[in-house]
Structure formats: structure tokens, C-alpha cells
């Protein structure tokens, strides 16, 4: 029951279910015994009514509700169990700490508008399995206690009771064994899959999530991009109830990086970025020659029509850019009376006519710079950037019209460590790379492309994936870059490497995230979109997950624990 209203002698309560609410009416003249149990009743008491389905009286019409045209006039009431006090009100639920919600979580559950994202989920989910059986694909589970393998996080850890000292780890993914089911002749398979990572959280990451798990053989970058926006298509109609063209727009990492500081850019606004290095070299500002010199860059951006700002404002955007890691932001405000800002004065009219030139920019705009090291000050302006577009309201955050929907392509094979010189897969050790890039392996391996690609919306990346290699000569290679010996890359993969030499054929594939894909269509945080989340600090508030156990349990597990020095 949501609540009970007691007008002028007659009672109305409000029956709440997931289907919606209904309202019910009591008429003491006409029903005391029903009449004095509905003034027991409260907020949350879970009741079983009897009543006549009838018509509102005239003017009483609730237009906001499926049921509005109509209301049950009781004739029995029973009370099935009452409920206390709420630690919180559910229509107040906003003013609730997000740890008091999570804590008593099957309540918050019961709110309408949160029933609401679980009831598209639920809808996503079948728009997904629907597609995927319609294309041939089929649906198999994969072991959710495999071998320990690196895949770029920590393993979630089972021990084994009848091995001691040996353990299971929960999958961070099904890489390997949907590459596995390829060798096994299962041309097409796709699976709704739960998935485990031991890493610090971030707004968009749980411990334990789940992805749309899918592989094809004999796949090039084209087949799977079809089939994925095919789907995405169905999605986006099904929950928006828009259409998306396709094929979508395809950017090079590169290109996103110089332009957006970001490999998963929100493109709903502008605000792209302009190496003004070239512009401002020779100047005589200290801050900006000095950094140039010793190799560093000066990037810019420009808001248009945002000249009006003040001292003030420009002292907050300053304040913002050094939370976002960048030591500072210099300004050029082109106004009608010429250039202001903290960079007017300090560079010569050339420079500054080449500034505007380059951002593109022309009277009532703001012109934004940082200076320092090239990939700290596009990471920098990558976060602030969407933090601009926020504070200066470029775009609407909850108009579904025009999403931005892409692929981001051609990302790194490697990823180098600046200081050791050292590589590391920037996705996984499967991923296939470019094969106009093979003759820079041994000498520029950071310089290889690979095959991986993600799909990116609305500043959310929602699908990675790769051509994987399938060459066993090929993988090995790899690992040797990696500086996996042989003797691990057996201990490691060996199943894998062993099965890529009985015929595997050439394959691609792409994990969805489910969570982030809903996170995306609500507007909401992935806490908001599964059922029972873990805080920031991977805990689960509901049972006080992750505790103690029997000490026997220990025992049995031969697992002594050590604890941490204070």
C-alpha cells in the first residue's frame, strides 16, 4: 500500500504494485468493519482487498494515471503484514544518503521510477537476445571458474578445496573461451554474461557487471560493425524511440585524442581542440616559451559567445582546470572592444591574430589554453572540456534527438611506459593489429595499430572489441613482445595457444556493456541500473558483503589468514 487518505469520512488508499497504483475507496455508512481496519493502516502494510471495480465519479478523473478513469470500491480488507517505520521516505527517497539507500536497497527498489529502469533492462535485454538468435548467433555459457589469467585487472580468486594451495579465478571476461568455442566450429555465439574485475571503482564500474558476450568467425572490422549497429538500431528505437543512420561515423584514436582529449568523447557539443603550438612559438611569455622549449605544447579551445564572462568566472575556471590536473588555464576574451583575459598583453597582435585564426574563432567568444606536456594537457582539457559544456549549458543532457553514437578505431597495439621504454597490450594479448604496420613490430611496436575498436555514446564507451589473432606463430610473437617467455605464455595460455594449432579459424568479436548501455539510456549511474551494487569501495551494503567466515571454512580451504601490519 503507498498511502491512505481519509477525506470527509470516506477513505482513500492508494495500492501500489509493479504494474502501477490503483485507488481504492472505503464508505464507513456503508462498510464499518472494513472502515475501522483502514484506519489501522499505514505506508508499506501489504494488504489483500476485495472490492467493485467502478467508475470515478465525475470531475474525480486522474488523467496522470492507467487507472485514473476508474477506482474499487471495498467490500473486504485484510491485513497480510504490517511494516514499521521506513529509515527513509519513498517519495523522498532524493534526500536519502546514496549509502542509506544502498543499505536498505530492496526498499529503494520498490520506487516506482527506479522499477522502471529494471523493467527496460529487462526489455534491453530481450531486444538483445531476439537479435542475436534472429542472426544465427547461438547462446552458450562459458565457466564461471577458469584459470587465472592477466587481462589487464586483478582476478577475483576461488580456492580449491580439493587442490589445496590452487585456485580458480572468477572470469574478468569470456575472452579466451569464446575464442575457444570458435576452434570448435560455433561460428556464431553470444551470451548475457556476468563479469568480475578486482580494480578501483569509478563512477561507471562495478566489481562484478555484466556484458553482452559475442564472437564470429571469419569476421572482418565491417561484419561485426553491421551487426552491432543493427542492434543498436533496435535499442535505440525500442528505448528512445528514435532512428539512429547508419553505418555510424568511424574515428581514428588518434584523431579523437588530438581533437577531444579523450578516447570516448561526448559529441553532442563543440569545443574541439587546436595544437596552437606553432602560433605562440618565438613569444615572449615566459610560462608559454619556457614549456616549448623543453618540448611541451600549448592546446586551446574556444566557447563561443562566452566573452561576457567575469574576472570571477575566469578565477573558477582556473580553479577547475587544476582539478582537472592541468597547473593552470590562460584566456582571451575577443570582445568589442579587443582582446582581455589573462593572456592579452602578453603575446604579440601577430600571434594573437594566428590564436584566432586557428581556433576559428571571432567576436563574444572565449578562447581556453593550457600549457605543458602534450598527454597530460589533452587528458587535462579531455576532463574539462566536458565539465565546459556543462557549466556553459552547450547542450541538453537528457534530449534523446541527437545522440553521439560512434566507433573509435585504430587504437595503439602497445602501450609504452615513457621512463622504462617497455610495452605493455593496450587491450588485451589477443588482439590482432594492422597488417601495413607488421614491419614496425621489432622497431616502433608502440607505433602498431590494432584491430581493436569501441562504439561510443554519449561520451560513455558501451562496446570493445578486436579481430583476435588466431595464428599460433603470430601470438607468440606477441607475447615475445611482451617479454612473455615461453615457458609462462605455456604456463599462462597454454590451453589457448594448443587449440589456435588444431584449425582455428580467422575470428572478431565485441563485449557490450550491459550496465554502462542502460546507464547511458536513463541518464543515470551504473548504481542506478543493477539491482544489488557494490559502493566505491566494492562493498554490498544489504549483507555486509565482504565479511568473515567460519574459521573452519579456512581450515577445510587450507588458508591461513595473515593480517595486515598496522
Known amino acids: 500500500m503507498a498511502r491512505r487518505r481519509d477525506l470527509g469520512g470516506l477513505i482513500f488508499i492508494d495500492l501500489r504494485d509493479r504494474y502501477g497504483k490503483t485507488q481504492m475507496v472505503v464508505h464507513p455508512e456503508e462498510s464499518p468493519d472494513v472502515t475501522a481496519q483502514a484506519h489501522q493502516l499505514h505506508a508499506e502494510w501489504v494488504i489483500e482487498a476485495d472490492g467493485i471495480v467502478q467508475e470515478r465519479p465525475q470531475g474525480m478523473v486522474n488523467r496522470d494515471l492507467p487507472t485514473g478513469e476508474i477506482e474499487v470500491k471495498l467490500t473486504a480488507l ?20 546514496e549509502e542509506l539507500r544502498l543499505k536498505y536497497r530492496y526498499l529503494d527498489l520498490r520506487r516506482p521510477e527506479v522499477q522502471e529502469v529494471f523493467m527496460l533492462r529487462h526489455r534491453v535485454a530481450q ?28 582476478d577475483y580468486l576461488v580456492p580449491s578445496r580439493i587442490f589445496p594451495g590452487h585456485f580458480y579465478a572468477l572470469p ?9 568455442l570458435m576452434v570448435a566450429g560455433f561460428d556464431r555465439y553470444f551470451q548475457i554474461v556476468r563479469c568480475f574485475r578486482d580494480e578501483d571503482l569509478r563512477s561507471d564500474r562495478q566489481p562484478e557487471f555484466t556484458q553482452v558476450d559475442v564472437e564470429i568467425t571469419f569476421a572482418d572490422r565491417e561484419v561485426i560493425f553491421g551487426t552491432a549497429e543493427r542492434l543498436f538500431v533496435k535499442i535505440l528505437k525500442h528505448a528512445w524511440g528514435i532512428d539512429i543512420a547508419t553505418p555510424l561515423p568511424r574515428l581514428t584514436y588518434q584523431h579523437v585524442m588530438d581533437t577531444y582529449g579523450s578516447d570516448k568523447p561526448d559529441l553532442r557539443f563543440g569545443l574541439p581542440f587546436s595544437n596552437l603550438t606553432d602560433c605562440l612559438r618565438g613569444t615572449d611569455f615566459r610560462i608559454i616559451a619556457s614549456s616549448i622549449e623543453e618540448g611541451g605544447v600549448v592546446i586551446g579551445l574556444c566557447v563561443k559567445g562566452q566573452a561576457g564572462v567575469s574576472r570571477k568566472e575566469l578565477g573558477e575556471l582556473e580553479n577547475l582546470a587544476r582539478q582537472c590536473g592541468l597547473p593552470g588555464l ?81 587504437f595503439p597495439l602497445f602501450e609504452r611506459n615513457e621512463e622504462t621504454g617497455e610495452v605493455a597490450a593496450s587491450h588485451h594479448p589477443f588482439t590482432g593489429y594492422l597488417t601495413e604496420d607488421e ?31 588466431h595464428d599460433s606463430a603470430q601470438q ?14 605455456q604456463l599462462r595460455f ?8 588444431y584449425g582455428a579459424p580467422p575470428m572478431g568479436g565485441m563485449a557490450i556493456g550491459l550496465d554502462r548501455t542502460i546507464m547511458c539510456l536513463t541518464g543515470g549511474s551504473i548504481r542506478d541500473v543493477i539491482a544489488f551494487p557494490k559502493t566505491n569501495l566494492a562493498q554490498s551494503l544489504v549483507d555486509g558483503s565482504p565479511s568473515e567466515v567460519d574459521p573452519q571454512l579456512l581450515k577445510d580451504l587450507h588458508l591461513v589468514i595473515q593480517k595486515p601490519k598496522s
Open 78 to 97: 485484510t491485513v497480510l503484514n504490517p511494516c514499521p517505520a521506513l529509515p527513509f521516505q519513498l517519495d523522498e527517497a532524493d534526500k536519502a544518503s
Open 172 to 180: 574478468q571476461s569470456p575472452q579466451i573461451y569464446k575464442q575457444l
Open 476 to 489: 607468440a610473437k606477441i607475447f615475445q613482445l611482451l617479454k612473455i617467455s615461453d615457458e609462462e605464455a
Open 494 to 501: 597454454g590451453f589457448l595457444l594448443e587449440a589456435l594449432r
Open 127 to 154: 531486444v538483445v537476445r531476439e537479435h542475436f538468435s534472429g542472426e544465427g548467433f547461438l547462446e552458450i555459457e562459458t565457466p564461471f571458474m577458469v584459470k587465472s589469467t592477466p587481462e589487464g585487472a586483478r
Open 439 to 469: 614491419h614496425l613490430l621489432e622497431s616502433e611496436p608502440w607505433n602498431v595499430r590494432s584491430t581493436a575498436y569501441d562504439l561510443v555514446m554519449n561520451g560513455s564507451e558501451l562496446l570493445s572489441g578486436s579481430i583476435r589473432i
Open 330 to 410: 590562460l584566456s582571451l576574451k575577443l570582445t568589442a572592444e579587443g582582446l582581455a583575459g589573462s593572456l592579452s598583453g602578453k603575446i604579440s597582435e601577430a600571434q594573437a591574430a594566428a590564436v584566432c585564426k586557428e581556433l576559428k574563432s571571432e567576436t563574444g567568444d572565449l578562447l581556453l589554453m593550457a600549457v605543458g606536456k602534450k598527454s597530460a594537457v589533452l587528458k587535462g582539457l579531455g576532463v574539462l572540456r566536458r565539465l565546459l559544456a556543462e557549466r556553459f549549458r552547450l547542450f541538453d543532457p537528457n534530449s534523446h534527438e541527437n545522440p553521439s553514437l560512434f566507433w573509435v578505431v585504430d
